[in-house]
């Protein structure tokens, strides 16, 4: 890494961006400016690792859903993105600057589209306040830090595939920027609580797919249940602040069918099963 900034008499634009992010408080997040053009570089790193599902019809679905979170609550400092993931374990993960990707499994085992909002709430609630910014910067101190320098000095100077393959690929650097404390974890479930009633949906939707994350769980938990501590506790903490809400009536839990319909196309498409 150094070699190469020595190597290099002329700064290139993004190097100027990246000592900003070596010289930035360790504790806080980085800028939005940097998790922007982080979010670039990993999207396009992402997309090289993972087979996205293509069919319109799913993706307008989950973008709906999506668009209508975004759309409850304001200011924005990124344009969210969603994604689905063709791929047959419960996951879904925040990428920076709000790339946010679903698992095709994780809309599979939803109920009703509350628990896919929910998920996708959670999620946006990571980027929104800055838990992956935060973490960007906490883990560059940890053990994986060095790497994830080295990452970063790789994508800003133009080297994107080789600085996350240092990594172990995109999707790993992107486990890393994923592992969020409990607080953070207890922090996005109650920007859930909040923004879904606004979108229309019944917040119940994240304590019942907690509860399917749970019983899905066993010796071996999904990714998303160790990614995301899901501890009775926290169940109880989300359920108390949904029991807060003052007016519930009109929430939405089920939409009519249509998430149905979009799991029997990815049933189509991927040959999976439905719970
Ligand atoms: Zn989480």
Redesign the pocket.
């Known amino acids: 890494m150094r070699g190469r900034w020595i190597r290099r008499r002329v700064a290139p634009p993004g190097l100027a961006l990246l000592f900003a992010v070596l010289s930035s408080s360790a504790c806080g997040p980085i800028s939005v400016a940097q998790e922007q053009q982080l979010g670039h570089q990993f999207e396009s790193q992402i997309a090289r690792e993972v087979t996205f599902v293509r069919d319109g019809a799913v993706n307008r679905y989950v973008d709906k859903i999506g668009q209508k979170i975004v759309g409850a609550f304001a200011p924005h400092e990124f344009k969210y993105q969603f994604y689905v993931i063709r791929d047959d374990q419960i996951n879904?993960?925040?990428g920076p600057a709000g790339h946010i990707y679903i698992h095709t499994e994780t809309i599979q085992q939803a109920s009703n589209v509350s628990e896919l909002a929910g998920v996708i709430a959670?999620?946006v609630?990571?980027v929104a306040l800055r838990?992956v910014a935060t973490n960007y910067n906490r883990q560059r101190n940890a053990k994986i830090g060095t790497q994830m320098v080295t990452a970063a000095a790789n994508i800003l100077t133009g080297g994107a595939a080789g600085g996350l393959a240092s990594l172990g690929g995109g999707l790993a650097a992107m486990a890393v920027l994923?592992q969020?404390g409990r607080e953070?974890?207890m922090e996005?479930?109650a920007f859930a609580v909040e923004v879904m009633p606004r979108a229309g949906y019944h917040p119940d939707g994240l304590v019942t797919f907690f509860q399917v994350l749970m019983k899905q769980g066993g010796p071996q938990p999904p990714a998303f249940l160790s990614?995301?501590p899901t501890t009775v506790d926290r169940i109880q903490e989300t359920q108390a602040l949904i029991a807060e809400l003052p007016n519930k009536h009109g929430l939405m839990r089920s939409d009519g069918g249509r998430l149905e319909i979009i799991q029997r196309r990815i049933e189509l498409l991927t040959q999976s099963r439905r719970r």
């Open positions: 879904a993960f925040a959670h999620e609630g990571h838990h994923n969020f953070a974890e996005a479930d990614d995301h």
